[in-house]
Each structure stands twice: as structure tokens, then as C-alpha cells.
């Protein structure tokens, strides 16, 4: 569509030019890229590739980077999940801290956890009854673990100093001391506990 | 702290010589890199069938522009339509409905990434990769070409002045020339790499559908769990360094299979600033006023830190929900263990200064004032701002601001010797005014329809969610107060119109101004001339983008966030 004008010069600004450049770039930009990445990507690092699963005695028993529930005594429990941690409906609470939903939430859940494992509301680490962003974060703070640890080694019968000491092996602490906070793995420490070992 | 400061540091040091490369790969003739790719460019103009020598004005370079957009949108309309029926879909996932697609299709076409919908579950590969990931690549570069073609214009090359040619005409350029290296040289090859680094740390890269587990608490009432993969790194990685923030996953990088480790989270968060911030060193090397580009990068490190400051602040105070229940520490709510309070606040921010718009955190449930920073990030927008837009954004301001001071020391107002007249100044008050009255004209009628407005928080949030929502999407930005439920027909159709204005509008009219300018006949630049270079300058331009910001925004602040914040503390 040549303006009248100038004749020519506009030529590239044509409808034929758009059309061309948009399949042009499709095919690059949404095919091959992502092809030639995902490629590479997938040969490189396999095992994240994936999803990071957790195969054991070849069942997938789960996943490094995906939270799961849990109720029963003898594990360490997650983080409160709005998404009650199902990976398809992934998602935060978006509770603002005047909605008094989110307040009354945070008052049952420390009143349960408080019973639970025998201490004080005001003991309870704000990681434990804070819902993530994600709704499976994998991870709890180690002042989370160990605030569960008399809990678990009661639920085993096994001495606290065992369940302290697994707390310690699995408690990642910042990267290079700078990135990032000090965590504990929730599935993996549990599958710890088990007596399972843990196999990329 | 220190991890701040860090990113800061990092991320600075690697735009200055990314700047470098990327000016001279739009420097005349063949630019850098061209061994490389010239090649692979030259297939493309021929498949294109354009010869990217070929000079356009700025209305033809505009209309190269908006048709290949409109191009590019008819085709990911029709992918996200149609993509139950189409392949490449191994969870097995629905068409969308027609005001979904159409606002997806407009929100990533601008460059925003707003996302009305959930990607794992409502996209299938085919439109994640061929719609979703060609737009995050190819709006940046249309970014970063129109940028270039209005430096080009206006300042020139190695200072000097551009001066009009025979017939009047100014040529800005070649679109096609300009967005196929923005493309090839700079958006891919940055995009791969930091793919690779992200793949390395656990983002998953599959064709394959997703895996079902069992989980391990059999008491847990939870008998299986099904895990998305897809093609994800790429994805995020473009997502990141293309000013995009469209996450695979719905709850975007703070979902540990989108952003798994602090390292991924550096990587991810350094990217987040690295090219707009590139593009401002860029302008320095691309024209010869270095001065100039470090006067800009002087006041945008001044906002961009005292923002993030507020924000970082703000969120390591309590959440007021959990007083007394709680043991003390900062608001994690809606925040992952592995990141904390701190890079979380800073993700926020920065993704909000860029127009980026990804998040690894929810800014719904940051403390009032902590989400009170990314709302003013949108409103300002020209902290780096998104690829090529934000600088091109800082230009009005800068444009304001001369015409400002000029007046002040009884000038006739001028900028790189160029006349500035009725017609400039009226483009950049159109550019600049109709930001404020169509968010506020929106918002204004959306709170007035309580059946509208789709709020998931009640009381003075409430009004937060919904001015946060159309400020997003007319800075092209992405995030949201996301507890708003937004995908009804009426936040569809209403976003989609802001984001359409909120993009082609701020690159059409600075274009039309800079050609204008160019037309003109300069005037050397003397001892009297306003230097536009100096501390002072920088000074003047951040006071008159604070007074706009302000005068604009201040009463829906006081209204939204402030009356929450004080409403908490009583």
C-alpha cells in the first residue's frame, strides 16, 4: 500500500510485507527457538527437564520443585496452600492484610498448629501459617521443622536428637551465603524419614 | 542487603557493555555481529520480501509497524480459539472463550503479559510456543526498533544534527532492517542463554505432558497429583529479558517449577532490568552523547532505588493479619520460603519500574504499602520502563521538561537545536494526558458498578485491585492484584482497549514529534542553548515526572492504599 505521494518508498510498509513477516516470525520465534532450547535444554539437564521428579524403586513419588500435602503426625507438615497443592490450579490466597478472612484463617490455623505441637500461638513461625505465593512451595524454614521436630520423633518413637539432626542434613542455607533464605525440602526430609533414599 | 545491592551491581555492569553491543549492531552499514547473522538476516528479507536498505518515513515506518501487529494478533487469536482441536495439546486443554482470546491476544501483542487466565491449565504447547512465546519475542524488538528509529532521527549519529532532506521527507529508518536485528542479534541470543542457565536450575523442558505422581502421606487425602511440564524454560527466559512477565504457570515465577532456586530467582531478576537498562547506556553510544545517557541513568537508578527501598521496607514489617499470632517476621504471605520477604519485595518493584510484570510473589497480599511501590512504578513507568517504550516514555518527560525550562530562562523553547512549537507540545500532553484519564476514567466507572468490579478483597483494597488492574494494563506492565476476578467480559474487553491505547499511542505520537523536529532547521547549539545534558537538566525532568505522577495520582493513592495503611495502624 504505496502512499500516494512518495511513491515507492513505503513499499516494505505493504499488507503482503506483514503477512510475510508474521509467519516469518511465528516459525522463528514460536518454533524454532523454543524447539532448539527446549532440544538442548531437555539433552543438557534431563533429569530437570522433566519437572525434578523423585523416582524411587522406579515409582515417581513425587517432585523437588512441588509441595505436597501433609496430615498424618509422623511427617513434617507444608505451608498453608490456597491452592491445597494441586500443580494445575496453582495460585496465592491474594488475601490483603486488611481482609479479616485472612485474619481469621491465620487465627484457626496457629490455634491448630499451636495444639499440635504443644507451644505458644506466639512461637509459631510466620512461614507456617503464611499461604504461599505458588500454593506448592516445597520448602518450610528450619525454624518451621524444627518447631515440628518433638512432634515427628514422638509420632516414630525415635529420639528428637535423630529427627534434629536430619533437620540439620536437609537445611539448605542461602547460596553462597548471599541468595536467597535458609530451607528445609518438606517431601524430602519426610522421604528421609522414611528411610527412603533419595535418588536423582 | 547485600543480595540487593548485588543484583543492583550486577545487573548495571552487565547492561553497560550489552548497551555497547547492542548500539552498534544499529550503527550504520552492516552493525555488529553481522558476520554471524547477516546471513540468516538476508534469508529473512528475502522470505519477507523487502529490502531493508529501503528508507521510510515515519508514517510508513509506523504503519509497518501496526500491520504487522495486527498480523500477528489475527493469527494468535485464532491459535488460542482453536487450540482444543489443534495439536501439540497433550493435557488435552479447551479453546478459549472469544473475550479471553481476544484479551490475551491484545495483552501480549502490546508487550504487557496480562494474564486473565491460568497458563498450565489453559493453554495447550502449540499456543504457549508458536502464540505466546513469538509475541514475547517479537513486541520487545518492535520496542527496541522504534526507540532506535526516534534516537536516530532526532539526535543522529555521533552528535550530529539530523538536518531534513531535499524533498522534506525525513526517512526514520527501515522497520523490517531494525526489528530483524533486534530480533537475531539481541532478543534471541540473550533469551537462549539465559533459557539454558534457568533449564540448569529445574525449569522443566518437555514436549511431553504432564506426569502423575502419588503423593507420599496416604493419609493426606491427596491419592494422586499430576505435575505440568511443558517447554517451559524458553518461555520464561523470553518472559524475563523481553520486558514480557507472561508466566507459563499462572502464578508466575513463584512457582517453584518456573523459578526454582535463589539462583534461578538472580538470574531471573537481573534479567528483568538488563536490556531496558542496556538500552539507556545504548543511547549513548548509538548517538555520542554519553553525558546524556548517564544524566538518564542517573535519575532512573534515583527512582528505581528509592522505590524498591520503600517496598523492601515495607514488606519486612508484619503482615497487621498476623499480630499476635504468630511469632514476629516479615510478610509472607504469598511469598515463597526460598526467596523471603526482601528479593521478593525487589522482584516487585523492579518488575513494575520495566513494565515486565512477572512476579514471584502475589503484590495482592503485600502490605499496604508495599503494594501501594508497584502501583507508583506503573503510574511513573519510565524507571527503565519496558524495551525501547520506557526510554521512549523518559523522552516526553524529557520533551516537557525542556519546554519548561526553556521558558524558565526566557528562551524560545529548543531541544538539540530543533524548534519545540504548538504542534510537538500538543502530541506529547496527548501522549502524556491520556494516561491518567483512562485509568482514572475506567477505574471511576468500574467502582461505580460494584457488579463489575469482580473484587476479591472488600473496603479501601477493593478500590486498590481495580485502579491496579487498568494502571497495569495501560503501562503495558502485566501484574496484578490477582485475587480481582478479572476474566469476565467487561475486564476483557475494557483491559484490552487500555492496553492497546497504553502502547501505540506513547510509540506513535513521540514518532510523529521526532519527525517533525527533523523536518525543521537547526540551529547550532551555543552557549545559550539549554543543555540538556547536565545534572540540572536530569534534576528538572525527575521534578516535572514527580509533579505529573502526583498531580495525576495522588488522590486514587490516598483512596486505595494510604487509607488501607492507616485504616491498619488504628
Given at each position: 500500500m504505496a502512499d500516494s505521494n512518495t511513491g515507492s518508498v513505503y513499499r516494505s510498509a505493504s499488507w503482503l510485507s506483514a503477512a510475510r513477516a508474521a509467519l516469518v516470525f511465528v516459525l522463528l520465534c514460536g518454533g524454532l527457538y523454543p524447539f532448539l532450547v527446549t532440544t538442548v535444554g531437555g539433552m543438557l539437564f534431563p533429569h530437570q527437564a522433566t519437572g525434578s521428579l523423585i523416582v524411587i524403586d522406579d515409582d515417581i513419588v513425587g517432585s523437588e520443585l512441588v509441595g505436597q500435602r501433609f496430615k498424618a503426625a509422623k511427617y513434617f507438615h507444608g505451608r498453608p496452600s490456597a491452592a491445597d497443592y494441586d500443580p494445575f490450579s496453582v495460585g496465592g490466597s491474594n488475601y490483603a492484610a486488611s481482609n479479616p478472612d485472612l485474619r481469621a484463617r491465620v487465627a484457626e490455623d496457629a490455634r491448630d498448629i499451636a495444639d499440635r505441637e504443644g507451644v505458644e500461638v506466639e512461637s509459631v513461625p510466620v512461614d507456617l501459617l503464611a499461604a504461599s505465593g505458588s500454593g506448592i512451595d516445597p520448602h518450610i524454614s528450619p525454624e518451621s521443622a524444627q518447631l515440628q521436630a518433638m512432634r515427628v520423633a514422638t509420632a516414630r518413637d525415635i529420639p528428637v536428637s535423630n529427627v534434629n539432626d536430619l533437620i540439620a542434613q536437609y537445611t539448605e542455607g542461602p547460596t553462597m551465603g548471599i541468595f536467597g533464605q535458609p530451607r528445609v525440602n518438606v517431601l524430602r526430609i519426610n522421604l528421609a524419614l522414611d528411610g527412603k533414599e533419595f535418588l536423582d | 542487603m547485600n543480595e540487593v545491592i548485588i543484583i543492583y551491581a550486577v545487573t548495571l555492569l552487565l547492561a553497560w557493555p550489552l548497551g555497547k553491543y547492542i548500539a552498534a549492531v544499529f550503527s550504520d552499514g552492516a552493525g555488529a555481529g553481522s558476520r554471524i547473522f547477516l546471513?540468516?538476516?538476508?534469508?529473512?528479507?528475502?522470505?519477507?520480501?523487502?529490502?531493508?536498505?529501503?528508507?521510510?518515513?515515519?508514517?510508513?515506518?509506523?504503519?509497518?509497524?501496526?500491520?504487522?501487529?495486527?498480523?500477528?494478533?489475527?493469527?494468535?487469536?485464532?491459535?488460542?480459539?482453536?487450540?482444543?482441536?489443534?495439536?501439540?495439546?497433550?493435557?488435552?486443554?479447551?479453546?478459549?472463550?472469544?473475550?479471553?482470546?481476544?484479551?490475551?491476544?491484545?495483552?501480549?501483542?502490546?508487550?504487557?503479559?496480562?494474564?486473565?487466565?491460568?497458563?498450565?491449565?489453559?493453554?495447550?504447547?502449540?499456543?504457549?510456543?508458536?502464540?505466546?512465546?513469538?509475541?514475547?519475542?517479537?513486541?520487545?524488538?518492535?520496542?527496541?526498533?522504534?526507540?532506535?528509529?526516534?534516537?536516530?532521527?532526532?539526535?543522529?549519529?555521533?552528535?550530529?544534527?539530523?538536518?531534513?532532506?531535499?524533498?522534506?521527507?525525513?526517512?526514520?529508518?527501515?522497520?523490517?532492517?531494525?526489528?530483524?536485528?533486534?530480533?537475531?542479534?539481541?532478543?534471541?541470543?540473550?533469551?537462549?542463554?539465559?533459557?539454558?542457565?534457568?533449564?540448569?536450575?529445574?525449569?522443566?523442558?518437555?514436549?511431553?505432558?504432564?506426569?502423575?505422581?502419588?503423593?507420599?502421606?496416604?493419609?493426606?487425602?491427596?491419592?494422586?497429583?499430576?505435575?505440568?511440564?511443558?517447554?517451559?524454560?524458553?518461555?520464561?527466559?523470553?518472559?524475563?529479558?523481553?520486558?514480557?512477565?507472561?508466566?507459563?504457570?499462572?502464578?508466575?515465577?513463584?512457582?517453584?517449577?518456573?523459578?526454582?532456586?535463589?539462583?534461578?530467582?538472580?538470574?531471573?531478576?537481573?534479567?528483568?532490568?538488563?536490556?531496558?537498562?542496556?538500552?539507556?547506556?545504548?543511547?549513548?553510544?548509538?548517538?555520542?552523547?554519553?553525558?546524556?545517557?548517564?544524566?538518564?541513568?542517573?535519575?532512573?537508578?534515583?527512582?528505581?532505588?528509592?522505590?524498591?527501598?520503600?517496598?523492601?521496607?515495607?514488606?519486612?514489617?508484619?503482615?497487621?493479619?498476623?499480630?499476635?499470632?504468630?511469632?514476629?517476621?516479615?510478610?509472607?504471605?504469598?511469598?515463597?520460603?526460598?526467596?523471603?520477604?526482601?528479593?521478593?519485595?525487589?522482584?516487585?518493584?523492579?518488575?513494575?519500574?520495566?513494565?515486565?510484570?512477572?512476579?514471584?510473589?502475589?503484590?495482592?497480599?503485600?502490605?499496604?504499602?508495599?503494594?501501594?511501590?508497584?502501583?507508583?512504578?506503573?503510574?511513573?513507568?519510565?524507571?527503565?520502563?519496558?524495551?525501547?517504550?520506557?526510554?521512549?516514555?523518559?523522552?516526553?518527560?524529557?520533551?516537557?521538561?525542556?519546554?519548561?525550562?526553556?521558558?524558565?530562562?526566557?528562551?524560545?523553547?529548543?531541544?538539540?537545536?530543533?524548534?519545540?512549537?504548538?504542534?510537538?507540545?500538543?502530541?506529547?500532553?496527548?501522549?502524556?494526558?491520556?494516561?491518567?484519564?483512562?485509568?482514572?476514567?475506567?477505574?471511576?466507572?468500574?467502582?461505580?458498578?460494584?457488579?463489575?468490579?469482580?473484587?476479591?478483597?472488600?473496603?479501601?483494597?477493593?478500590?486498590?485491585?481495580?485502579?491496579?488492574?487498568?494502571?497495569?494494563?495501560?503501562?503495558n506492565n502485566g501484574s496484578g492484584f490477582e485475587g480481582l476476578n478479572d476474566d469476565s467480559i467487561w475486564w476483557n474487553v475494557t483491559c484490552a482497549v487500555n492496553l492497546a491505547l497504553g502502547r501505540f499511542i506513547p510509540i506513535l505520537a513521540p514518532l510523529a514529534i521526532v519527525a517533525s523536529l527533523a523536518a525543521k532547521r537547526s540551529a547550532p547549539e551555543g552557549r545559550g542553548s539549554l543543555g540538556i545534558d547536565t545534572a540540572t537538566f536530569g534534576l528538572m525532568t525527575l521534578a516535572v515526572i514527580v509533579m505529573f505522577t502526583l498531580l495525576s495520582f495522588m488522590p486514587v493513592l490516598i483512596l486505595g492504599p494510604i487509607a488501607e495503611a492507616l485504616a491498619l495502624m488504628s
Open positions: - | 546471513p540468516f538476516e538476508n534469508t529473512i528479507y528475502s522470505l519477507l520480501g523487502v529490502n531493508p536498505s529501503e528508507p521510510m518515513s515515519w508514517q510508513g515506518y509506523g504503519k509497518a509497524l501496526l500491520k504487522l501487529h495486527l498480523v500477528l494478533a489475527l493469527i494468535v487469536f485464532g491459535l488460542l480459539m482453536a487450540q482444543g482441536i489443534l495439536f501439540l495439546n497433550p493435557d488435552n486443554i479447551d479453546g478459549m472463550s472469544w473475550d479471553l482470546a481476544l484479551h490475551t491476544a491484545v495483552s501480549f501483542l502490546t508487550n504487557t503479559n496480562q494474564q486473565h487466565y491460568s497458563g498450565q491449565a489453559q493453554l495447550s504447547y502449540l499456543a504457549h510456543t508458536f502464540g505466546i512465546v513469538t509475541l514475547q519475542v517479537v513486541t520487545p524488538a518492535a520496542g527496541m526498533a522504534a526507540l532506535v528509529a526516534i534516537v536516530r532521527t532526532l539526535l543522529g549519529r555521533s552528535g550530529k544534527n539530523v538536518q531534513p532532506s531535499a524533498g522534506g521527507t525525513v526517512s526514520v529508518g527501515n522497520f523490517y532492517e531494525d526489528i530483524t536485528r533486534a530480533i537475531v542479534r539481541v532478543m534471541l541470543p540473550v533469551a537462549t542463554a539465559v533459557a539454558l542457565v534457568l533449564a540448569s536450575q529445574g525449569v522443566p523442558n518437555s514436549y511431553e505432558g504432564a506426569r502423575t505422581i502419588t503423593p507420599l502421606d496416604q493419609t493426606a487425602e491427596m491419592n494422586e497429583q499430576n505435575i505440568p511440564i511443558g517447554p517451559v524454560a524458553p518461555m520464561v527466559a523470553i518472559k524475563q529479558v523481553g520486558t514480557n512477565g507472561g508466566g507459563w504457570y499462572g502464578p508466575n515465577s513463584s512457582v517453584p517449577l518456573e523459578n526454582p532456586t535463589p539462583v534461578s530467582n538472580f538470574v531471573q531478576t537481573v534479567s528483568i532490568v538488563l536490556i531496558p537498562a542496556a538500552l539507556v547506556f545504548a543511547l549513548g553510544f548509538l548517538t555520542g552523547r554519553r553525558r546524556l545517557a548517564q544524566v538518564i541513568m542517573g535519575v532512573m537508578v534515583v527512582m528505581s532505588v528509592s522505590l524498591t527501598s520503600v517496598a523492601i521496607w515495607s514488606e519486612n514489617q508484619p503482615n497487621a493479619a498476623f499480630s499476635g499470632l504468630a511469632a514476629d517476621g516479615p510478610n509472607l504471605e504469598g511469598k515463597e520460603v526460598r526467596f523471603g520477604a526482601t528479593a521478593t519485595a525487589l522482584w516487585g518493584s523492579w518488575t513494575t519500574q520495566t513494565s515486565n510484570g512477572s512476579v514471584n510473589g502475589m503484590h495482592d497480599s503485600f502490605n499496604p504499602i508495599g503494594g501501594m511501590v508497584p502501583m507508583v512504578d506503573m503510574f511513573i513507568n519510565v524507571t527503565f520502563g519496558g524495551i525501547g517504550v520506557g526510554l521512549i516514555g523518559y523522552f516526553l518527560f524529557l520533551l516537557l521538561a525542556a519546554f519548561l525550562g526553556s521558558l524558565m530562562i526566557g528562551r524560545a523553547p529548543e531541544i538539540a537545536g530543533k524548534p519545540l512549537e504548538t504542534k510537538e507540545i500538543k502530541l506529547v500532553c496527548i501522549a502524556l494526558l491520556i494516561q491518567p484519564m483512562l485509568i482514572l476514567g475506567f477505574s471511576a466507572v468500574t467502582v461505580a458498578f460494584p457488579a463489575l468490579t469482580g473484587n476479591s478483597n472488600p473496603g479501601f483494597h477493593g478500590i486498590s485491585q481495580v485502579i491496579y488492574e487498568y494502571t497495569s494494563a495501560f503501562a
